[in-house]
């Protein structure tokens, strides 16, 4: 199948009892057995939910891989993956990651033991660099959050392997989403995704996914999910099966409306810098170019007026773009990432890599390109 096919067909079949064309949402926690161990599949809904497995089965076709996993949460999805190590493991991430990641990582696992260096991706000397004996995981991010960096994923999966072939390399596809880029296709072992944003894409949910293409790393994956019980419930599995089946459609107008906002924001008078793959000034546009099919309606963007103030005054009077957390849905959303997103980042750590006052995170909708022009100029204007 064609990947617009993948979304509506893929791993899918129609349900067995009455052909419903939809997998019914399965509200039970467990599952009659005929004796002891004899059952259809399905014993306990923290091991497996026939809605669940509909959405997972969805999952690893649209990013091609083998096994997909719906977490009840994008960080519950990350701490599955962070918990296939041990004390005195050594983790190499991007230096520009969502804040919730950096927290995960700095605040909870650090004191478990675990090691993290964090690198420009930009070179991957960074990366081979720091890695040791002891390096188990090196985790992409990439288009990154909030600064729209991108990674290589092929160039450094192929340096990670040709140094260490047992390091694993995990990337969180959210901002690109399976129809821009697949990382599986490049190298990578793992693809994780806030399902909350794009793939769910209504802002009605919040979900993890983990996707792998290694039947061994499956059943290890599957086993912690299945002891630590951070699973997706079968209401937000149906919701998120829907979602994806308009995936394709939706991330074409969203990168329509991200180019247009782009473009826009480059030439107008009260903004500083632009932070958008698609535009040839980016530093890592061929790259971008290379691995990505479109570059998607994730845009950021600095203000001239570097004060907190300003940036305060464009966000409290945008009305179409939604001053709220998050991104990925069809509306469109700003954000504060100093104040919001990645409040949790220590301040000296968020200027050092250009997280500062004047930054500001748009999520394009797939609202009239019109609108939104207007609505950011006269935000910017007052």
């Not at 519950?76 to 983790?91: F, K, M, Q, Y």
Request: contains cysteine; hydrophobic residues 40%.
């Amino acid at each position: 199948m064609k990947f617009n096919t993948k979304t509506i067909h893929g791993g899918q079949q129609h349900e067995e009892a009455t052909g419903a064309v939809m997998p019914p949402v399965f509200f039970t926690s467990t599952y009659a057995q005929s004796s002891p161990g004899q059952h259809k599949g399905y014993e306990y809904s923290r091991g497996a939910n026939p809605t669940r497995t509909a959405l997972e089965n969805s999952f690893a076709a649209i990013e091609g891989g083998s096994h997909g996993f719906a977490f009840s949460s994008g960080l519950s999805a990350i701490d599955c993956v962070l918990r296939l190590l041990n004390p005195g493991d050594e983790i190499i991430a991007g230096d520009d990651l969502y804040g919730g990641t950096y927290r995960m990582f700095t605040r909870l696992f650090k004191k478990y033991g675990l090691e993290f260096s964090f690198v420009d991706m930009n070179d991957v000397a960074n990366v081979t660099d720091k890695i040791t004996e002891k390096t188990k995981l090196v985790w992409l991010e990439t288009p990154t959050n909030p600064l729209m960096k991108i990674a290589d994923i092929q160039v450094i999966t192929a340096a990670v392997k040709d140094v260490d072939d047992s390091i694993l390399v995990a990337v969180d596809n959210t901002f690109a989403t399976p129809y821009l880029q697949q990382p599986l296709s490049l190298g990578a072992d793992i693809v994780m995704h806030s399902a909350t944003k794009y793939l769910g894409g209504h802002s009605d949910l919040v979900m993890g996914a983990l996707m792998v293409n290694n039947a061994k790393l499956a059943e290890d994956l599957h086993f912690i999910q299945f002891a630590a019980g951070a699973v997706a419930g079968p209401m937000d599995s149906f919701l998120a099966l829907r979602g994806v089946k308009t995936l394709h459609i939706r991330m074409q107008r969203h990168s329509e409306n991200g180019r247009a906002v782009a473009n826009f924001l480059k030439n107008h008078s009260k903004v500083d810098e632009v932070y958008y793959p698609g535009l040839e000034e980016h530093p890592n546009h061929n790259i971008a170019k290379k691995q990505m099919k479109d570059f998607g309606g994730m845009v950021s963007f600095r203000l001239k007026d570097k004060s907190k103030e300003a940036a305060f005054k464009f966000l409290e009077n945008t009305h179409v773009f939604t001053l709220a957390e998050s991104l990925g849905g069809v509306e469109s959303l700003v954000n504060h990432p100093s104040t919001m997103t990645h409040a949790s980042i220590p301040e000296v750590e968020r200027l050092k890599i250009g997280i500062t006052d004047s930054l500001i995170r748009l999520s394009v909708g797939i609202e009239d390109e019109d609108d939104l022009l207007q609505d950011l100029d006269k935000a910017l204007n007052l």
